[in-house]
């Protein structure tokens, strides 16, 4: 089945420093990959996605790539800010069967301190 | 505003009793979706739902139940048989052919007295 394995955390930044949270995934055919980001004691938003091999995501700084060759879809951002701080979850999405879901990675908890 | 809502926000259950959390969006998505989240831990699916009046199980479906008369609404019960409730449940919604994008409902904290 489809699976996502995404860095432990949690990872604590200084401000102004550079972010890689690595993201791996397996899945049969073409999926969709996307980074959610949840801030505490809310749901999750979208971030960023890509939906093919070669694709750059971006929004708010942050940028991921859809890496085919190595089944990867790693977030950076160049200057982390501490309204960064949150947990940010790898996802694909894939269609199984006929029925569309999506699977989760674990998680990576991001502090980032002035 | 179009959203998707989630009530209550906190949630209390007494030994053996069943409780009812609401989900409702505005988006006109065809499909919604129930995810447990645990502390530290990533989303598990509970159950899902492609359109009205049809349902599938999840990977942790036990102890839960759903329906979907509506297609602005997917209830989940928390029934007596889930002996471990305690959680964070979000509900989410998609739209068919949009590429999986997930949108997400603010959440439920679900405590057990």
């Known amino acids: 089945g489809n699976s996502v394995t995404q860095m432990e955390g949690p990872v604590t930044l200084s401000e102004e420093a550079f972010l890689t949270i690595n993201c791996t995934y397996t899945a049969t055919g073409y999926p969709s990959l996307f980074w959610y980001v949840q801030y505490p004691g809310e749901g999750l938003q979208l971030l960023l996605k890509?939906?093919?091999?070669?694709d750059k995501g971006s929004n708010k700084g942050f940028e991921a790539t859809y890496r085919k060759e190595t089944t990867s879809f790693h977030l950076e951002k160049g200057s982390v800010q501490v309204s960064d701080s949150a947990v940010y979850f790898c996802a694909l999405y894939a269609a199984t069967g006929g029925y569309q879901k999506v699977t989760f990675g674990t998680g990576t908890k991001l502090q980032v301190i002035p | 505003d179009g959203g998707i809502t989630q009530s209550p926000k906190y949630l209390f259950r007494k030994e053996g009793q069943n409780v009812t959390l609401s989900c409702e969006q505005n988006?006109?998505?065809?499909?919604m979706y129930w995810y447990r989240q645990d502390p530290g831990q990533g989303l598990r699916l509970i159950y899902y739902?492609?359109?009205?009046?049809?349902?599938q199980k999840g990977d942790i479906a036990e102890g839960y139940s759903v329906s979907r008369e509506k297609k602005e609404s997917f209830p989940l019960t928390v029934t007596s048989a889930q002996k471990n409730p305690t959680a964070f449940y979000l509900c989410a919604s998609t739209l068919a052919g949009a590429g999986g994008t997930q949108y997400f409902g603010p959440g439920t904290r679900l405590l057990v007295l």
């Open positions: 890509a939906t093919k091999a070669d």
């Open positions: 988006l006109n998505h065809d499909a």
């Open positions: 739902s492609q359109i009205v009046n049809d349902f």
